[in-house]
């Protein structure tokens, strides 16, 4: 099997994984508890908070621990939106986000607020002149993911911070995909809100963070105990929270050497696929993208016949982010860099690994392309192609 949907979820590292394992069975204390094997799990859990700090330039009692990627988007629009409405119900976010931003985005606006949604150009970059004009006095938040789950693309985060700071305003980003593959530094970025998720890192599923800069007050999301400074109830995930830590900061040891090789199979990918496969096209920008991600349009067929055949081979490939790949609707991403919907419907996504190697990437681009002549042979939209460039 060869994995290349590393922007759906990763494996566990077998580091991580190791880290994590004395806090299922003997470690499993309840953090709060008062007795020795409570005090290690919450010795653990500080270090962790430290791991996580230092791989984003911020504070340990910046950190919080949540239980998803999109709880932390959640926490950080609803939680902005409940705690500043007196100040003003205006947010603004873009276009191409995750719909753990979009949908909460929704679900604000049919509370009272009133969410801008910023077009993004053929690369999926926004443009700085149409924030700029976006902001009123009544803007309480910006909220820009820092790269974007289905092409890559990599904002400019650290404009987007400053112009937010100069006017007052709130900025989060959700850089659930950025973690481990950019450099972050939140106070250079000028992020005030950050998400994170494990999963996407070499951490397990169902752990997050909200880094949140010291003396911004949001509203609780979820109520009960007295966890994370009495700010996000809940028994905390003590392996969970281990493993992220880990994680985090191996990632970031890690990074310049495996970008520096991620990114070489991806651009080979890349080119190998544009030179042996007619009429296709990558989306997304050629080089301010994610080391890993390659997005690809293969024009006159579907991206789900190409994934099932794809699988038959025994590559994992994505037609669109993981959580929409079950929707028939076209990628929201694609359609917003102005694809149109026949390319957007025969798009696939390849996100290579840290455990990808140049033998997978090779195996790709000899697959590939008799699966898309074979598709393309059986697509009434090719042969009408082919029938009007006859003449
Ligand atoms: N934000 C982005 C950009 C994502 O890619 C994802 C997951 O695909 C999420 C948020 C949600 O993260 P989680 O799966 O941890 O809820």
Redesign the pocket.
């Known amino acids: 099997m060869i994995y290349l949907d590393n922007?759906?979820?990763t494996p566990v590292r077998p580091e991580v994984f190791e880290e994590m394992k004395p806090y299922f069975t003997e470690h499993f204390g309840n953090a709060s508890s008062i007795y020795s094997i409570a005090k290690d799990s919450k010795k653990a859990m500080d270090k962790a908070r430290k791991q996580v700090a230092d791989a984003i330039g911020a504070k340990p009692e910046e950190i919080f621990f949540t239980g998803?990627?999109?709880?932390s988007?959640n926490w950080a629009l609803k939680g902005t939106a409940d705690a500043l409405s007196k100040k003003g119900k205006h947010i603004i976010t873009t276009k191409i986000?995750?719909h753990?931003?979009l949908h909460t985005a929704e679900f604000l606006e049919k509370h009272g607020f009133e969410v801008t949604y910023l077009d993004v150009d053929k690369y999926g970059f926004i443009n700085i002149e149409e924030l700029k004009k976006a902001i009123r006095d009544d803007t309480i938040l910006i909220s820009v993911?820092f790269?974007?789950?289905e092409i890559g693309t990599i904002e400019p985060i650290a404009e987007i911070g400053k112009i937010a700071h100069e006017r007052g305003i709130l900025f989060h980003t959700?850089a659930?995909?950025a973690m481990g593959h950019v450099k972050i530094d939140v106070n250079k970025m000028n992020i005030d809100m950050l998400?994170i998720?494990?999963?996407?890192l070499g951490a397990q599923?169902?752990i997050?963070v909200l880094y949140k800069r010291n003396g911004i007050k949001i509203s609780q999301l979820i109520h009960g105990g007295a966890q994370e400074q009495q700010q996000r109830a809940g028994t905390e995930n003590i392996p969970a929270i281990v493993g992220l830590g880990k994680a985090a900061e191996l990632a970031v040891k890690e990074m310049d050497e495996t970008n520096a090789r991620i990114t070489k199979l991806r651009d080979k990918l890349i080119n190998g696929l544009l030179e042996k496969i007619p009429y296709c096209s990558l989306n997304g920008h050629p080089s301010k993208r994610l080391p890993g991600n390659v997005n690809m349009s293969f024009d006159f067929i579907e991206g789900e016949s190409m994934l099932l055949m794809l699988d038959m081979k025994g590559i994992c490939a994505s037609s669109g982010?993981?959580?929409t790949s079950s929707s028939l609707d076209p990628s929201h991403v694609l359609l917003a860099i102005g694809l149109p919907h026949e390319k957007a419907h025969g798009s696939l996504r390849f996100t290579i690994g840290r455990e990808n190697t140049e033998e997978d990437i090779d195996y790709v681009i000899e697959t590939l392309p008799p699966i898309v002549e074979k598709l393309r042979a059986m697509s009434p939209l090719y042969e009408d192609f082919l029938k009007k460039n006859k003449q």
């Open positions: 922007a759906a979820t998803c990627g999109s709880e988007d986000e995750h753990a931003i993911m790269a974007n789950n959700d659930v995909q998400s998720s494990g999963h996407k599923k169902g997050g982010s993981a959580c």
